[in-house]
């Protein structure tokens, strides 16, 4: 046997060697080279819920403005409504005037006038029977109320 004269014949032989003396990876190496798939899936998944969380986000905020342009609508169409109300309202008081319903009275159904004063009635002249009244009633000249 002869010894090598060439160190890269020496090393090769050492490098044969510790390559197959080298101990099977440790544990250390092996789980390292787990990790990487396993922290590639956690940034995917933090990239995921990031993206979800944005579109949940901007989706709120669309959901927002649609209902702040409801409302505003909703808010003219209340002002439309009431401004509507009081000119009905308005109109309203305008036919019950006592001076349209006489007027409207005297056509329609021919209301006259009465030429005198109505007989003022009171609460003890209900009690009394009436005798009030007929006394009242008989010095104007007009005829009994009651029978």
């Known amino acids: 046997m002869a010894l090598p004269s ?5 090393r090769k032989r050492v490098g ?3 390559a197959s003396t080298t101990p099977v990876a440790s544990t250390k190496e092996r789980t390292h080279v787990s990790r990487r798939p396993a ?3 956690l940034t995917a998944a933090m ?3 990031a993206a979800a969380l944005a579109v949940a986000y901007i989706a709120n905020a669309i959901a927002v403005n649609n209902l702040v342009d409801s409302i505003a609508s909703l808010q003219r169409e209340r ?3 009431r401004s509507d109300n009081e000119r009905l309202r308005g109109e309203l008081l305008r036919m019950m005037s006592v001076e349209r319903v006489t007027a409207l009275a005297s056509k329609q159904i021919g209301l006259i006038s009465p030429q005198r004063p109505p007989i003022a009635l009171n609460a003890n002249a209900a009690r009394s029977g009436g005798a009030s009244i007929k006394r009242e009633s ?6 009994s109320i009651r029978p």
């Open 16 to 18: 044969a060697v510790r």
């Open 39 to 41: 922290r590639r899936w």
């Open 6 to 10: 060439a160190p890269s014949a020496a």
């Open 47 to 49: 990239l995921f819920v």
């Open 138 to 143: 008989a010095q104007r000249g007009e005829e």
């Open 79 to 81: 002002d439309v409504v």
